[in-house]
T-cell receptor
Framework: DGGITQSPKYLFRKEGQNVTLSCEQNLNHDAMYWYRQDPGQGLRLIYYSQIVNDFQKGDIAEGYSVSREKKESFPLTVTSAQKNPTAFYLC???????????FGPGTRLTVL | GQQVMQIPQYQHVQEGEDFTTYCNSSTTLSNIQWYKQRPGGHPVFLIQLVKSGEVKKQKRLTFQFGEAKKNSSLHITATQTTDVGTYFCAGRSGTYKYIFGTGTRLKVLA
């Protein structure tokens, strides 16, 4: 099946620990995105990557880091510098020339 | 910066009633997409509008793009319990960056 996978679905971490969220796609899409969603709110862009080895900050990049070493993978690290990391994290991708975003199932991160 | 607002934030309707959500951008959009997110799920693409004044229909759903390409609406006729979820609009900001609306959460009472 083609699509985007995110793991794990639920993640618990202690305050002060860095944590890396996985995002893998087999759609052969060039562009990938990370969004944060808080309860009852919309999606806010954290980072995006147009192509391998290149990425740009979104609107709320502080306290997060990403890498794009492979076309199919775009992991997000939530660092201890992120003040309110508890949220639902969504990864998405788009095909070149299209604005349709395909989302993964999301990872719900809870920092205790 | 560019902002995309949606109203209402919440809407509760009786099954069979109609529902409309409105999306307003602070800047002109090249196109607009609509997504649906079921409770506990992830956003799923519904449709894209590109032309000024464009109207598209998907069964009971009607989508409109404003003449000035700064606003859009989604209308659902005769809602069903399967329509429950949050509806988001999204517009492109720059080449690869997208701005999502604040979303409208729809609850349908049987």
């Amino acid at each position: 099946d083609g699509g985007i996978t995110q793991s794990p679905k639920y993640l618990f971490r202690k305050e002060g620990q860095n944590v890396t969220l996985s995002c893998e796609q087999n759609l052969n899409h060039d562009a990938m995105y990370w969004y944060r969603q808080d309860p009852g709110q919309g999606l806010r862009l954290i980072y995006y990557s147009q192509i391998v080895n290149d990425f740009q900050k979104g609107d709320i990049a502080e306290g997060y880091s990403v890498s794009r070493e492979k076309k199919e993978s775009f992991p997000l690290t939530v660092t201890s510098a992120q003040k309110n990391p508890t949220a639902f994290y969504l990864c998405a991708s788009t095909e070149g020339g299209s604005d349709t975003q395909y989302f993964g199932p999301g990872t719900r991160l809870t920092v205790l | 910066g560019q902002q995309v607002m949606q109203i209402p934030q919440y809407q509760h309707v009786q099954e069979g009633e109609d529902f409309t959500t409105y999306c307003n951008s602070s800047t002109t959009l090249s196109n607009i997409q609509w997504y649906k997110q079921r409770p506990g799920g992830h956003p799923v693409f519904l449709i894209q509008l590109v032309k000024s004044g464009e109207v598209k229909k998907q069964k009971r759903l009607t989508f409109q793009f404003g003449e000035a390409k700064k606003n859009s609406s989604l209308h659902i006729t005769a809602t069903q319990t399967t329509d429950v979820g949050t509806y988001f609009c999204a517009g492109r900001s720059g080449t690869y960056k997208y701005i999502f609306g604040t979303g409208t959460r729809l609850k349908v009472l049987a």
